[in-house]
Nanobody, 126 residues
Framework: QVQLVESGGGLVQAGGSLRLSCAASGRTFGTYDMGWFRQAPGKEREFIAAITWSGVMTYYADSVKGRFTISRDNAKNMVNLQMNSLKPEDTAVYYC???????????????????WGQGTQVTVSS
């Protein structure tokens, strides 16, 4: 497994931008697809974005498509989430997650991910 640490959360006004980062430890980062999920108070953790181990393919939830961009740098063991045009409904704790490339499940399935970060709070004010 890899250990994940998120950073970059904070308070921003509606329409603003934030960039979340996730640092992964371990030498096997390139064998993991990476995802971002979020959880708002009283709601289930939901899929936001995913990127394959190579970085070639990306996937997004409809709610963030066109506003959020996921990227990764395997040389630095980092995955990022650029969030633009933020809305109050984007307020949540954001989690980075790693999914072993030979594991089961789909990119949108939180049960398919093997490792999780501790989360970083994003608050968007109206």
């Amino acid at each position: 497994q890899v250990q994940l640490v998120e950073s970059g959360g904070g308070l921003v006004q509606a329409g603003g931008s934030l960039r979340l980062s996730c640092a992964a430890s371990g030498r096997t980062f390139g064998t993991y697809d990476m995802g971002w999920f979020r959880q708002a108070p009283g709601k289930e953790r939901e899929f936001i974005a995913a990127i394959t181990w190579s970085g070639v393919m990306t996937y997004y939830a409809d709610s963030v498509k066109g506003r959020f961009t996921i990227s990764r740098d395997n040389a630095k063991n980092m995955v990022n989430l650029q969030m633009n045009s933020l809305k109050p409904e984007d307020t949540a704790v954001y989690y980075c997650a790693a999914r072993y490339i030979y594991g089961g499940g789909t990119y949108r399935d939180k049960g398919a991910y093997d490792s999780w970060g501790q989360g970083t709070q994003v608050t968007v004010s109206s």
